[in-house]
């Protein structure tokens, strides 16, 4: 096992340890122990950064299920880093704060931490495994780890809400995610992403390519919160606000983003990718924009702005697949740029948006409220909050000298670039994309100044807040605080991370380009532009919006801070809820009959498609040998035996019968060389029959089937169909054996009984090695039975529950 996959495994080690350290160090505030973990990751991650430098990757190969081609094979290169590097060095930040923001004495902090670390450990099995199967496993285990995090205040019932709706909504994507993966491999043959990049061609030119490029992008819309799928995310702010600012400002919501750039090489090119990409990202930033400003909660704003930002990334990573499609590599390198747009914005949006989530949650904690109605007057109170709230804000809003004012900027040159693109007709399209987008951008500046403004200036109303109102300690200011000094850093100094972090994972996305080229250089002052022009305008109308913002804000639109989409999901949900308990009575009626009637229609359905599918429909009664005089005696008993049963009345007699018809089949296995069988089938019928002889007194009378006409008629077609089906498959076999084409499944077990399972019992060996994980899923049932009954006896003698 290479250091790269004890890397993934590192935090799913420590959550097993953490609660069995926990009850010796409650002294201790468990987020110290934890906050090891991500820092040696982020440390080792650190250390590979010339791994990965001009292009450079590597793979570590482990072999799992390959049978199944399902290896947990490590891949790291630029794209991958870059995650890795985001997930653990803003790890160490958050379990920095929540070790302040959370109380030892009132928190089940062993739970929380155990969580986090699946989180953390599942986020870096996404980023950097190369089999598409394996990354989906750990691409579940984020959506039930956060849904765990999401409702680690379970008697907050908008923490069950919010964790539900963000676990039905990701895992529904996961499932069409898998299903695309799937796809994929029966048109390649393989889950490897980088085989896939190298069978592009096959790929692009199959039948399957838009069902799975529609299915990948569904798990990514879902994860990353694209509309209309983002609602589930402002109801995740129920979560503690480290959780916010881990999953969704830096992590699980860019999940999706990176599903995106890692799948780019295989389907950029399309013009469905392209659009479907573009217009999805361009609804997302609109919708989140203006769905920002209607809210009152401070953290859904920031929930919605996060929807917003995705929205804007997407754009980018769309306009970027058009990088496939030039003829020449300079003409790609011009829209390449787009991509290199994403990956920076990618990693600014972590650092002003991780600092702002963790000033709000610092306003929380120390004031008791989030609603911006109650808020204001903070600046004095809270100095270093607004500060850090400032310089977040500023960056979101893209106002220079902060990182975000250069990505943004680089995103109104690409849709500058966008009206000139001669590519599926976009030029035509471009300048529409262009308006709806810098209107979007004069929201955000609009959202912005709002938490701003509404929550650090104006009258201090105490009579507002619940406790008294102060700065946070030192401890929970540390890491927001060295967030915000990146994002000064960067905007000062742009390129600092540009060779070793941005510039390697551009080279992932687009790795038919040469990684020499893909660099820019950034400067924070670039000129009097168009891109510069379009920001003053930003700038312009978003303050002229908010000076008269208490004239519209009145507005029927602007009272409604709930998303209408969650009227759809809860609809949904009822619906799906009333229907589920339909079915449920109709299939639960408490009559035996009933269960078996559904089972057999289930069974006869699909042997019968079986049968037309295969064209297996053959009569044969060719004997393939002679029977001995006795066999026909002992058939004829057989079938006076069973056709008897419709006659018996009494119970005693009916079991006899049962029992004979049991003993008789054993003879007929006995007679062709089949002991094995025969002799299960004897204890089979032994125990039957003396435990229903034993249970006889308390079994009820026999009487004749009450019902309709209709059930009844249904009955004996079902009976009929039933046996009909039986005698097919039968006289088909017989057929199929003289079929020199057909080569029966028992040759194999014959040929490999010995050879590859030791046992010369091929009963045996077929029960316990070839369909061993069917033995041991009976055997559990079997227990799972016996428990059951074991409990019921206890309880009976002692005087429990009635049974």
């Given amino acids: 096992m290479s250091s790269l996959h004890l890397a993934i495994l590192l935090p799913f080690i420590a959550a097993i340890v953490i609660p069995l350290i926990y009850p010796l160090t409650k002294r201790l505030h468990t987020g110290w122990i934890t906050m090891l973990i991500p820092a040696a990751l982020f440390a080792y991650f650190v250390s590979r950064l010339q791994d990965t430098a001009n292009g450079g990757s590597v793979l570590e190969e482990m072999a799992w299920v390959p049978s199944l081609d399902i290896n947990f094979d490590a891949y790291l290169d630029g794209l991958g880093l870059l995650f890795a590097l985001l997930i653990t060095g803003i790890g160490v930040l958050v379990v920095l704060y929540s070790i302040f923001y959370l109380d030892k004495t009132k928190e089940q902090l062993a739970n929380f931490y155990v969580y986090l670390l699946m989180f953390m450990g599942a986020m870096l099995g996404i980023v950097l495994s190369d089999n598409l199967m394996v990354l989906y496993i750990f691409w579940e285990i984020t959506s039930l780890s956060s849904a765990l995090l999401i409702s680690y205040w379970f008697t907050n019932k908008g923490s069950i809400f919010g964790a539900r709706k963000s676990m039905l909504i990701t895992v529904f994507g996961g499932f069409a995610m898998m299903a695309g993966f799937i796809l994929l491999y029966m048109e390649t043959g393989t889950f490897s992403i980088q085989a896939l990049i190298d069978q592009r061609d096959i790929i692009m030119a199959s039948p399957y390519f838009i069902p799975a490029m529609i299915l990948v992008l569904l798990g990514a819309f879902t994860k990353s919160a694209q509309f209309p799928f983002h609602f589930w995310l402002p109801d995740a702010m129920e979560a503690p606000t480290p959780v916010s600012a881990y999953l969704h400002s830096a992590t699980m919501v860019k999940a999706g983003i990176y599903l995106v750039a890692r799948m780019t090489p295989i389907f950029a090119g399309a013009p469905e990718w392209f659009w479907i990409i573009v217009i999805t990202g361009l609804v997302t930033l609109t919708w989140g924009s203006i769905s920002a400003v209607r809210q009152k909660d401070l953290k859904g704003i920031l929930a919605f702005s996060t929807i917003s930002q995705l929205g804007l990334l997407m754009i980018l990573l769309g306009l970027g697949s058009a990088s496939f499609t030039g003829d020449t590599i300079d003409e790609n390198l011009v829209y390449s740029a787009a ?58 809003a893209g106002i220079p000298p902060f990182n975000g004012f250069i990505s943004k900027e680089m995103f109104f040159t690409e849709l500058l670039q966008i009206t000139s693109m001669n590519f599926s007709g976009v030029e035509t399209w471009g300048f529409v994309i262009l308006v709806v987008a810098w209107i979007a951008s004069i929201f955000t500046f609009l959202y912005c100044a709002i938490l701003f403004f509404k929550t650090f200036f104006g009258k201090f109303e105490k009579a507002n807040f619940s406790k008294d109102v102060h700065e946070a300690p030192l401890g929970m200011l540390i890491s927001p605080v060295i967030l915000g000094g990146l994002v000064i850093v960067l905007g000062l100094f742009p390129n600092l991370l540009i060779p070793t972090v941005i510039e390697p994972a551009v080279a992932s996305i687009l790795p038919h380009l040469p990684a020499d080229q893909l660099a820019l250089d950034l400067s924070l002052w670039h000129g009097v532009n168009t891109e510069l022009l379009m920001s003053l305008g930003v700038i312009g109308f978003g303050a002229t919006l908010y000076m008269t913002y208490p004239k519209w804000k009145k507005l029927s639109i602007m009272q409604q801070d709930r998303d209408p989409f969650n009227s759809v999901y809860d609809k949904t949900l009822s619906g799906l809820s009333t229907g589920s308990e339909w079915i449920t009575n109709v299939q639960m009626t408490g009559r035996l009959k009933d269960y078996f009637t559904y089972m057999l229609l289930f069974i006869v359905s699909i042997l019968t498609y079986s049968f037309v599918r295969s064209d297996s429909f053959t009569l044969s009664f060719t004997p393939t040998e002679e029977a001995p005089v006795f066999v026909y005696g002992i058939i004829f008993l057989l079938v006076i035996s069973t056709l008897s049963l419709f006659f018996i009345k009494e119970r005693v007699k009916l079991i006899i019968t049962v029992g004979v018809v049991g003993f008789l089949m054993a003879l007929l296995f006995a007679v062709f060389s089949a002991q094995d069988l025969a002799m299960t089938q004897l204890l089979i019928e032994t125990v039957t029959v003396v435990l229903l002889l034993l249970a006889f007194r308390h079994l009820p009378e026999v009487t004749q089937e009450t019902g309709s006409r209709v059930r009844k008629s249904l009955h004996v077609v079902l009976s009929v169909g039933v046996g009909l089906l039986v005698f097919l498959i039968g006289t088909a076999s017989f057929a199929l054996r003289n079929d020199a084409n057909f080569t029966p499944i028992a040759e194999y077990f014959i040929e490999n009984s010995y050879d590859k399972a030791g046992g010369e019992n091929m009963v045996n060996v077929i029960l316990v090695d070839f369909r061993g994980l069917d033995t041991i899923l009976e055997v559990l049932v079997l227990a799972i039975v016996a428990l059951a009954i074991l409990m019921m006896v206890k309880l009976r003698f002692k005087g429990g529950e009635d049974v």
């Avoid at 904690?365 to 500023?394: C, D, Q, Y």
């Fill in 339 to 396: 991509i290199f747009t994403a990956v920076l914005h990618l990693f600014n949006h972590a650092t002003f948006k991780g600092s702002l989530f963790m000033a709000v949650g610092i306003i929380d904690h120390e004031s008791g409220t989030r609603n911006i109605e109650k808020l204001g007057g903070l600046m004095t109170i809270m100095p270093v909050t607004f500060t850090i709230s400032l310089v977040g804000l500023a960056s979101m």
